[in-house]
């Protein structure tokens, strides 16, 4: 049997051709619209720009600017003391007006939408105070949480301490103190009357863990930041 090695050249070279046909074009990553950066209303300010509708409602505008690869923005804000939220989707558009209740301290920031992917952009969250009917007292903002991140893993110290970071703030600027709230499993604790905005504490190794921060001033308000899960490793 002679072996016919032109017949098996042209036959490697077809299925070479042939698998190139197949697997096509190089694949694009998804699109990744890009974060926006927030413009008004001015983060810690206390919103005197909004349009008073009555006694205890106004119209807040609410501006940022455009955003790389995005087709769409989501407008959230978040009332600080009741926790609700209103969403609002922008067409082509970095302007956007919510009536909110007068004398509430909010939290908002915009969502970055494509038509091309799943992904989104999200900005910084910013926070004003909407002013009521001669408001001379501001409840103060929700502290907002640096250290442990969300959904962190940190790997502890021999001596098994971290020390746990905030940034508070109020407009009247008459914090008077701060309870950390800490949780695993079935136990919890809260440590009252902190002055600073940071707190170390001891903790246990390979532990899934909740915080979060209640701020009150010199005038008994209140508020209260996002509860925040983080873990320690083994």
Same mark, same amino acid.
């Given at each position: ?10 036959? $490697? ?47 807040? +505008? ?16 978040? %009332? ?7 969403? +609002?989707?922008?067409?082509? %558009? ?9 004398? $509430?301290?909010?939290?908002?920031? @915009?969502?970055?939408?494509?038509? +091309? ?5 999200? *900005? ?16 103060? #903002? ?17 001596? &098994? ?7 508070? %703030? ?22 009252? %009357?902190?002055? &600073?905005?940071? #707190? ?7 532990? @899934?863990?909740?915080? *979060?921060?209640?701020?009150?001033? +010199?005038?008994?308000?209140? *508020?209260? *930041?996002?509860?925040?899960? #983080?873990?320690?490793?083994?």
């Amino acid at each position: 049997m002679i072996f016919n090695f032109k017949l098996l050249k042209i036959i $490697m070279v077809g299925f070479i051709l042939y698998g190139l046909h197949c697997s096509g074009p190089p694949i694009d990553p998804p699109i990744q619209p890009a974060a926006t950066k927030l413009l008004a209303p001015i983060n810690g300010d206390a919103c005197t720009t909004a349009i008073v509708l009555n006694n205890t409602i106004s119209q807040v +505008k609410f501006q940022w600017a455009n955003a790389l690869d995005t087709d769409s923005y989501q407008l959230v804000v978040e %009332n600080q003391s009741t926790k609700t939220r209103i969403t +609002k989707t922008i067409e082509a %558009n970095t302007t956007s007006s919510i009536e909110l209740t007068r004398g $509430m301290a909010y939290s908002w920031w @915009i969502v970055s939408l494509t038509e +091309k992917s799943s992904n989104t952009g999200v *900005s910084e969250i910013w926070q004003f105070y909407l002013e009521g009917v001669e408001t001379t007292d501001y409840i103060p #903002f929700s502290a907002l949480l640096i250290n442990p991140t969300h959904n962190q893993s940190i790997d502890l110290p021999a001596n &098994q301490t971290l020390k746990f970071v905030w940034d508070g %703030n109020d407009l009247d600027n008459d914090i008077d103190h701060y309870n950390l709230f800490l949780s695993e499993n079935f136990h919890s604790q809260t440590i009252e %009357n902190i002055t &600073q905005e940071e #707190f170390a504490l001891e903790l246990k190794r390979g532990t @899934i863990y909740q915080w *979060s921060v209640k701020t009150i001033d +010199k005038k008994g308000n209140t *508020s209260y *930041s996002e509860n925040r899960f #983080f873990n320690t490793s083994n």
